[in-house]
């Protein structure tokens, strides 16, 4: 019996990394979707986030609750700063090309944090209590439950958002024909930029609860590659998809953390990944067309 | 020009990629209330006209390079494409381009942006289905499952949201059967009489463009090359042999005269 209530505590902590993911998976698809664009750097933009909130809640001393949107509004800046200064001037280029600049974006943004907070790993101040969680026998650490609930109510208002609100409509007729979106009024750059925006301040939000639970480091980044995963498996222009294949992976992640040994678990990321790419090259809830790269 | 036109194309010349020159000196007008149709065969330039009206030429980098577009009092070369939409001039494109993966209702509210900063009334979709019942029918259904028919009903049911001054028709006869072409023509015509919207519509139909049209313009590659009120371009004697397929007198002619044809054309251009 204990057995099975370690596998299902192990199965929680899963899903509570894997909401992250999902979260994090989010704002690859948000900006996929209306741009076309892989934004390789959102890795590291949930990284700034991460740091921002370090800078403004332990450097200045502010209040988490003043830090964290200011934070998450950080994230969104360097979202505007970068669209407006580098992506809409590569409209129309191959999309390798700006793929491969926010590549480079990356490797700047990780730079800029080493050379002003150095490479050591560093806590970021508590805000959310340390009080475990219990739902039943179950023991849940109180930052995982906390990241998991707030991710998974920021990717239901975004679901929401996509269906019932105009602005969600003018996102998906920009993705699905950008002249004919022009053609219906819809201020096509400002859609840009918007998801751009909201893109970034995602990852940046994703970036202090993956910091509140693990603390932040120039490396953290690569918390955005399983994302990246997620978003191929789940479909790279489906919301749902990064929902559903975030929680897998995380599940899946947790698993083989646990019973086949910490260095397993990125291994079985990358496996599905390559699995799905051979059944499903579109992703579990993706636009069947084959997008090349 | 008048005080009543509200779409003026003076000498306009565009080149695309910066080496295809495409319209060269093309000129036209549409009056306010009126619909106007463009004719001219393939790749005569006919949507490349309707672009750089619109502003989307700069989607398919091409550009207009000399003389100026007019619409409602204002050079179109200050605004942006959805500027423009949202000043009241709706581009139809052609092969009707609606959001296929959007339901019926969801495309008309993607139209529903046109009239962002217009202080105006949004329009009521019923408008819509009173045009289209069809339509109505099938109003949360995916678009892209509508049949050809439905979906150009749907490219225009959008420009009806819009509550445009000037509507781009680009082709709407594209792909469809002889019925359901009537069918919309003679849609496009009730629009125009009981909105007043001025159109500009372009195609390969001569004969139903001249049925809804005021006046007609017929273009070869690249310019004008006759233009008049529609009753009297129906007279003209190339009009009826070049564009309705009608050799003057009861007969048609023989296909041995296809020779002919070619040298008389040339005098167009």
């Known amino acids: 019996m204990s057995d099975f209530l370690f596998f299902l505590e192990v199965s929680l902590a899963g899903l509570g990394s894997g909401a992250l993911l999902s979260l994090t998976a989010l704002a690859f698809v948000l900006i996929y979707k209306a741009t076309r664009v892989i934004n390789l750097a959102v890795s590291e933009i949930l990284m700034m986030g991460g740091y921002f909130f370090f800078a403004l809640a332990a450097g200045m001393s502010l209040s988490p609750w003043v830090a964290l949107p200011l934070a998450i509004a950080g994230g969104g800046l360097i979202g505007a700063i970068v669209e407006r200064g580098v992506i809409r001037r590569m409209l129309g280029e191959s999309a390798i090309s700006v793929f491969m600049v926010t590549v480079g974006l990356g490797s700047v943004l990780v730079g800029l944090v080493e050379f002003v907070w150095g490479t050591n790993p560093r806590t970021l101040p508590d805000f959310t209590g340390t009080a475990p969680v219990f739902i039943g026998q179950l023991y849940i650490s109180r930052k995982i439950a906390i990241a998991f609930v707030v991710a998974s109510l920021v990717i239901a208002i975004f679901l929401l958002l996509f269906r019932y609100w105009r602005g969600g409509v003018a996102l998906r007729a920009t993705a699905t024909d950008q002249a004919a979106a022009y053609s219906c009024g819809i201020n096509v750059p400002g859609v840009f930029s918007a998801a751009w925006i909201i893109g970034c301040a995602t990852a940046a939000g994703a970036g202090i609860l993956l910091g509140a639970i693990g603390g932040i480091s120039p490396v953290m980044g690569a918390f955005g590659l399983s994302a990246l995963v997620v978003v191929i498996v789940g479909g790279l222009d489906s919301v749902m998809g990064a929902l559903v294949a975030g929680l897998l992976i995380g599940l899946v992640e947790a698993w083989a953390g646990t019973y086949l040994g910490g260095e397993y678990k990125l291994v079985s990321t990358f496996i599905i990944l390559i699995v799905m790419l051979m059944v499903r090259p579109y992703g579990l809830f993706g636009t069947t067309e084959i997008e090349r790269l | ?269």
């Open chain 2, 1 to 269: 020009m008048a005080a009543d036109t509200i779409l003026s194309v003076e000498n306009i010349e565009v080149v695309y990629n910066k080496t295809i020159q495409v319209l060269r000196g093309l000129s036209l007008s549409v009056e306010r209330g009126k619909v106007v149709t463009l004719l001219g065969s393939n790749g005569a330039g006919k949507s490349t006209t309707l672009k750089a009206i619109s502003g989307l030429l700069e989607l398919e980098n091409g550009a207009v390079t000399a003389g100026s577009i007019g619409f409602d009092g204002r050079k179109v070369a200050d605004d942006t494409p959805h500027g423009l939409v949202r000043r009241g001039l709706f581009h139809v494109m052609e092969g009707r381009r609606i959001f296929e993966d959007l339901t019926v209702e969801e495309n008309l509210t993607a139209a529903t942006f046109a009239l962002s900063g217009r202080g105006v009334k949004p329009t009521s979709f019923d408008l819509v289905y009173g045009y289209f019942p069809r339509l109505y029918e099938r109003r949360t259904g995916r678009a892209g499952y509508l049949s050809g028919g439905e979906q150009q009903m749907l490219a225009i049911g959008r420009a009806l949201i819009a509550q445009p001054k000037l509507i781009l028709l680009d082709e709407p006869s594209l792909g469809l059967s002889p019925i359901l072409v009537e069918e919309i023509f003679g849609i496009i015509a009730r629009i125009n009489r009981e909105t007043g919207v001025s159109m500009l519509l372009v195609e390969q139909n001569a004969a139903v463009a001249f049925a809804v049209a005021h006046y007609g313009y017929i273009m070869e590659t690249g310019k004008i090359v006759l233009d008049g009120p529609t009753d009297r371009l129906v007279k003209d004697q190339d009009v009826r042999e070049f564009y309705l397929g009608m050799a003057g007198g009861e007969t048609s002619r023989s296909y041995r005269d296809v020779k002919h044809y070619k040298r008389r054309k040339r005098w167009l251009s």
